[in-house]
């Protein structure tokens, strides 16, 4: 069975390698498939979350101050691909929200570290768990074989684009 999927795969790849223009059609359907998926997921997270909603940008810039440790509204910036005063603003709503809290940077006095309130912390936890509940009924249209490829070559286009960067 193994040995048959990697042919199928090997077909595949084959095939795409001698038709470019048929490639370049394929990769547009990617995109839109890629851009469905996100807006499905997005509104069937947005629905199913309890308790205070948070825009995209929100949860993006609260899953970057969660995962790193002295995040910084430049780091946010960076990471979101957005400006300065964007991100200010953004990060200037969460703690409005009660989302976030500024704290002095006990090395430098001068830089400001974005913090989780604790409350924030149990919602993401919970948010979290939603959404991949939310995300397994997605994927049940899948069997186990093919989300096992589907993930593996997910990660091999993530590890792609991280060496490049």
Not at 108 to 117: H, M, N, P, V
Request: proline share 1%; charged share 25%.
């Amino acid at each position: 069975m193994v040995l048959d999927a990697h042919l199928r795969f090997v077909k595949i790849l084959t095939y795409l390698a001698f038709d470019m223009s048929d490639r370049k059609k394929k990769i547009e359907q990617l995109a839109e498939n890629i851009q469905s998926l996100r807006r499905r997921t997005v509104i069937n997270f947005a629905h199913c979350a309890e308790g205070p909603r948070v825009t995209p940008a929100q949860w993006g810039a609260l899953m970057l101050i969660e995962q790193g440790s002295n995040c910084t509204i430049k780091d946010i910036s960076t990471s979101l691909k957005i400006s300065s005063s964007a991100a200010t603003q953004l990060v200037d709503a969460l703690v409005a929200s009660g989302f976030v809290t500024r704290e002095e940077y006990a090395v430098d006095r001068r830089k400001t570290i974005l913090a989780l309130s604790r409350a924030t912390k149990n919602h993401i936890a919970k948010m979290k768990k939603q959404v991949v509940g939310g995300l397994e009924k997605t994927f049940d249209v899948l069997s186990d074989r093919e989300f096992d490829q589907f993930l593996a070559l997910t990660q091999k286009l993530v590890t792609g684009l991280s060496n490049k960067n």
